[in-house]
């Protein structure tokens, strides 16, 4: 509605926007007349380069499907463009008015619908209709399941076929399992890498499978690895405090690598909001402890936003009356409902995440395939009340991670230009959730030496990146000054084919000490308390 209202009040800008629309609607017109008369014709409007809804021939060698799809298309990013354009609107109103038309443009689709769908018309003529029988077979397993189902669940079982590296459950309390992996290898690095995951997710996105597992990748690089297994909250721990995630969660796995390791350092990694919490983690430690003393040696970043100004997509969840809203709901339940953050990034990608599965499903029939990803993207968490309260409004609304002293976290001001340790940042080309340019910012608030990575791919799988022959994707790799912007970095970084995973143990070894006898998987302070993976990552 205000999109529309700026549009009114600017009668100049609305002519000149009609006037090159109109002759795009000619360019149209003629283009389907062509086609009606069985000519062939140059397309007015292509679908965008990621768009596979019109992938089947038939919308391109039927000229009445061509001439409806041609129509769509050409609407739909008339639309959006007008809209990435309103005059008078501020750059974020803009965004969060083209979104918003753009899931219901995306609704809209004729792939969407039976009639209007001619690949779905043929399935339900060659199969005699049993497409459409398990069509709505489907649709009744998704109504019961309460959600567009994107695989079977039946298929995977965390512990079985996923989540499959050997290792110790060495530590718990209310908040994490510490899991200690075991050597693979005879010698391993002293060391250990301390891996802290997102808490928003399961952790076994990174020990998937064994070709995708990046921990069995580390392990079998002679790593001595450690990992968090967040619990899975419910309303008893609506107090718990993103303070209470540093201590009790970051600082314990990383007291817990140390004893079991004999190692008066660590190498660190985080991922997505874990990453963020170490690098807060990472200030914290270089003011709570006395110089020289601060527990972790280097850092590595994946997909990490510290600087919230721009956020990417999720920006259109995110002003002060949606939060307030959200904060209402968390406060009755005592926590935030994994399903409901998992919806929300769904629909940051509608087309690919839930009308893909629409289609496929109820139109054509099909079941979906086995896919461990989308099985973990399915298997939600919750957060607690209090402690995502506090990073929404801190983080995203006030943006003050990256303000000099603003935060107060156990009892010490959080200063990111206290991380003097060397960090390796790595973000994805198409992230929409953490976006490589606003990742990069990273670099600008830290003082150690940074190397920064950029790999091909979006938030998840540009991360689960293992070394295949052939490399199926590719990365940009260059060290990066506190002065670069993300552009006189891209133009000067170096581009590899393969995964990045290999550059980064390169930079890890030297931090990790030579190789040697591998430490006890538990000792007395520390005894194992389960194998991997552990009671937490099973909750529901």
């Keep these: 509605m205000h999109a529309q209202l700026a549009w009114m009040m600017h009668p100049q800008e609305l002519a000149e926007a009609t006037t090159r629309f109109s002759g795009k609607m000619l360019a149209l017109q003629w283009h389907s007349w062509q086609r ?219 007291d817990v690598a140390r004893a079991i390791s004999g190692s008066a350092t660590v190498n660190a990694a985080g991922y997505c909001i874990g990453g963020a919490a170490l690098a807060t983690y990472m200030a914290w430690a270089n003011r709570h402890y006395s110089a020289g003393e601060v527990p972790v040696a280097s850092a590595t970043f994946l997909t990490t936003l510290v600087d919230y100004h721009k956020p990417g997509d999720i920006e259109v969840f995110l002003d002060q009356s949606s939060i307030n809203w959200l904060s209402k709901s968390m406060d009755r339940k005592g926590y935030l409902d994994g399903k409901e953050m998992a919806a929300a990034f769904r629909l940051l990608r509608s087309n690919s995440l839930i009308w893909h599965y629409v289609v496929h499903g109820y139109l054509y029939g099909e079941t979906p395939p086995p896919f461990d990803v989308l099985y973990w993207n399915m298997d939600t968490t919750r957060m607690p009340a209090t402690m995502h309260k506090w990073y929404l409004n801190e983080f995203y609304l006030q943006n003050a991670l990256v303000k000099k002293d603003v935060l107060t976290l156990a009892g010490e001001k959080i200063d990111l230009e206290k991380i003097v340790q060397p960090v390796y940042v790595v973000a994805a080309t198409d992230d929409h959730i953490a976006p490589w340019k606003q990742t990069f910012l990273l670099n600008n608030h830290i003082s150690g030496s940074r190397r920064y990575v950029l790999s091909s791919s979006g938030h998840i799988l540009g991360i689960v990146n293992p070394p295949v022959v052939p490399p199926k994707r590719d990365y940009w790799v260059a060290g990066a000054e506190r002065h670069d912007s993300a552009e006189s970095w891209h133009d000067r970084a170096e581009h590899r084919r393969g995964s990045w995973w290999e550059d980064w143990v390169a930079w890890l070894r030297p931090l990790s000490g030579k190789l040697g006898e591998p430490p006890a998987p538990a000792t007395d302070n520390y005894p194992a308390l389960a194998d991997a993976p552990g009671s937490y990552v099973l909750e529901r």
């Excluded at 380069?49 to 008339?78: C, G, N, Q």
């Excluded at 489907?138 to 695989?151: C, E, H, K, P, S």
């Design 36 to 254: 009606a008369f069985g000519l062939p014709g140059q397309d007015v409007e292509a679908p965008n380069p990621d768009d596979t809804r019109f992938a089947d021939p038939v919308w391109t060698e039927s000229a009445s499907w061509d001439i409806a799809k041609e129509w769509y298309l050409a609407s739909t990013h008339h639309i959006q463009d007008m809209l990435y354009a309103t005059p008078g609107l501020s750059g974020h109103e803009r965004r969060r008015a083209a979104f918003w038309s753009r899931k219901w443009l995306n609704a809209m689709a004729p792939t969407n619908f039976l009639l209007t769908n001619p690949v779905a018309l043929r399935h339900a003529a060659e199969t005699n209709g049993e497409s459409l029988v398990r069509g709505v077979r489907n649709f009744i397993a998704d109504l019961q399941a309460g959600t567009v189902r994107m695989t079977n669940p039946d298929d995977f079982q965390v512990g079985k076929n996923l989540a499959t590296t050997p290792g110790k459950v060495v530590f718990r309390n209310r908040l994490l399992e510490v899991i200690h992996y075991a050597p693979s290898q005879p010698k391993v690095r002293p060391v250990p890498l301390v891996i802290v995951t997102p808490w928003i997710n399961k952790y076994y996105i990174l020990d998937l499978n064994p070709k995708k597992s990046m921990v069995r990748f580390l392990v079998d690089e002679g790593f001595d690895v450690y990992i968090t297994s967040w619990k899975n909250p419910d309303e008893s721990l609506r107090a718990v405090s993103f303070d209470d995630y540093l201590t009790e969660g970051i600082d314990r796995i990383v």
